[in-house]
């Protein structure tokens, strides 16, 4: 469960390093986008009670369309962004190899990514 953290953790902080990127590209601040980031960030890595009871069927259906829509809304903001500004989609599209596999993971194949080890005395 702590290496799934990490990678969300690494997913989101890609997501901040590139929001910075763009925002130092185009000299504008994006609110409302770091906002949602930060928003989203908060959501995948909170932890659900204890007390809660059991879901059956029919509620994990209703949480995973819930789900859902959220991603759908997330495809939605990327997509136009990206057809709105070209430095987004190349930004987006030279680092879909970093990015990609981790919202496209299993979590088992999120708990076998590891993260890369920098030496910051090269």
Request: glycine residues 2%.
């Amino acid at each position: 469960m702590a290496e799934e953290g990490k990678a969300d953790e690494q997913l989101f902080d890609l997501l901040a390093n590139l929001l910075q990127q763009v925002e130092a590209l185009t000299n504008q601040e994006e609110v409302e986008l770091r906002a949602k980031i930060e928003a989203l960030g908060l959501e995948v890595t909170k932890v659900p009670s204890k007390s809660t009871p059991p879901l059956d069927e029919l509620e994990i259906a209703k949480e995973l369309d819930k789900l859902s829509a959220k991603l759908d809304d997330v495809d939605e903001m990327i997509s136009s962004t990206m057809a709105e500004d070209p430095e987004v989609r190349s930004l987006l599209s030279s680092t879909a190899d970093v990015w990609m596999p981790v919202i496209t993971a299993t979590s088992d194949e999120r708990r076998n990514f590891t993260a890369p080890v920098e030496d910051d005395n090269l």
